[in-house]
């Protein structure tokens, strides 16, 4: 089992940056797809980014200003987001899953494990 905890969401002027962190308890972490969703109020969870065996995923529209990076050493995932705009003000959440394969990472259900989410407003 994993258990995992986001940090680093807040307030940010648009065109801003924020560094999202997501903390993996468990020795195995490296052996899991981690993810990256977020949810805006009234909305679908929907995919931002994954990492899986060195290779990674992104929502279309989210290339180029959103980036997802792992350190295993420190079971920690992260996303680091550029330009940021009000359309990014959501709860993000991270995701992890040791079995999801390549077609079903971008469906919020196909993952196992979560974290509490990390509230995003971009405002000015």
């Known amino acids: 089992q994993v258990q995992l905890v986001e940090s680093g969401g807040g307030l940010v002027q648009p065109g801003g940056s924020l560094r999202l962190s997501c903390v993996a308890s468990?020795?195995?972490?490296?052996?899991?797809?981690v993810g990256w969703f977020r949810q805006a109020p009234g909305k679908e969870r929907e995919f931002v980014a994954s990492?899986?065996?060195?290779?990674?995923f992104y929502r279309d529209s989210l290339k180029g200003r959103f980036t997802i990076s792992r350190d295993n050493a420190k079971n920690t995932v992260y996303l680091q987001m550029n330009s940021l705009k009000p359309e990014d003000t959501a709860v993000y959440f991270c995701a992890a899953d040791s079995r999801i394969i390549v077609s079903s990472m971008r469906e919020a259900s196909a993952w196992d494990y979560w974290g509490q989410g990390t509230q995003v407003t971009v405002s000015s």
């Open positions: 990492h899986r065996l060195g290779n990674t």
């Open positions: 468990g020795s195995t972490f490296s052996r899991y797809a």
